[in-house]
């Protein structure tokens, strides 16, 4: 469940960072999501590396910055 809303904090972050260095480019936003984005990326890494349960490629998927996150969410949650 932490790894979920890790994601989603990651992939929301990041797409609200590049929307407002596309258009406007405040800084206050760019000042808050940039932390916010990054400790939400460690989380992913930190927590996905600590499951061993799941496959080491699956862990590694995690290390990738800005998606990595929904790419462990999409393997764990495939069927099969």
Known sequence: MT?????WV????LSVMLINML???IDVIASTCGPVHGCAYLI??????NLTKWPLGIRL????????GMLVLRRINRPG
């Open 3 to 7: 790894v979920r809303i890790a994601a």
């Open 10 to 13: 990651e992939l929301i972050t």
């Open 23 to 25: 258009t406007v480019h």
């Open 44 to 49: 992913i890494v930190i927590l996905t590396l």
């Open 61 to 68: 998927l995690a290390l990738i910055p800005g998606i990595g």
